[in-house]
């Protein structure tokens, strides 16, 4: 089957994903673990002032007040190896806690000091930092000079350890993870139509998948529709995977869910493919695809959630994508990124297999 017409009309920066694809690049699949593995993926910069349940990475700078990561709670998460923050550039702002044994990976420095709360973080920073609370079990490296205070607090510390290596690495593994994210945008963009929302109320939107089998797509031509609804309603009907695709540069999601949203992060992808700007005032269920826009929260998201540069006032809830659709071909996963990156000196001497395809079981 063709898809519509109107789903090769993507930005032109979706087609240059495209267009990138190569034994070098990321590609769909890597796009799918990165949903699976992350609570929140933000390809540029994070401006912080909330926490994230689940695990966080960042391929600019984090800036903002106070913030926690990783921060779970006991709720089940997708295994991984990957430390509960990530962040390539940078991080400055109001002080950054690791719940629960998370650990972080930071490329740059860290100038807003950070608290270790639980035992037996991993922490690896490329450049200087300062204001450490370490923790019993923990193990901080920090590539150059520790100002202000580093309290071990029983962990154990190497400073000014060079950390050769390590800073490149996070930027291919943040190249690879953004072109798989934008891969997985468009490939959700071409998929065929399935099934068709209906609107029960003037004031309601619903999304109930009719067809047979384990994938269903909606597709909203424009954001537009939102403007004409207060009200979004789910009747999944045990089907385990259903995208909506929604055109359109700017979004305002300020709708109210309708029945029992929870876990809806699970099995509904959201693909805003166009999207620009993204401004979330309201509660949102659903795991959010959105590589090219700059995004506000001001309330949770329960998900997994990718935005090009986000300004986040609001709680990032797990409850990441754990559909059917598997990747079939064996390429790095998230979770094997973090067993790669310390000594990863030779970056650009990786070799990614060109055929791979993205099934549903």
Known sequence: MIAPLRKFLLPLAALGAIAAASPASADANV???VLRDYNLFVLGDLKSSSNVEG?????GNLTGGSSDYFKHNGKPMAPSSAPGLTVVGSVSGGTKNLQNGSGAYVGGSVSSGMNLNGANHDVKIGGAAQNINGSKGS??????????YLNANGATVQTNAGLPGFSAGLQVQATDYALGVKDLSAYLAGLTLTDQVSFPLSNRIRFEPKTSGNIAVFDLESTKVFDK???????AGGFDTIIVNVGGATASMTKNFIGNAAGLGQHVIWN???AQN???SGSFYGSVLAPYAHATTNNFIEGSAVFGSLNQNGEMHLGAYSGAMQVLSAV????????????FG???????????????T
């Open 55 to 59: 695990r966080t990475f960042v391929g």
């Open 272 to 274: 805003f493919y166009e």
């Open 346 to 360: 030779l970056a650009g001497s990786l070799i990614r297999r060109r055929n791979r395809q993205l099934a549903a």
């Open 229 to 235: 609804v207060g009200e979004i309603q789910f009747l």
């Open 332 to 343: 790095p996963e998230p979770a094997t990124w973090a067993m790669m990156i310390v000594g």
């Open 278 to 280: 993204i401004n979330f």
């Open 139 to 148: 193990t901080i490296t920090v590539g150059g000079p520790v100002g202000g």
């Open 31 to 33: 796009g799918l673990q």
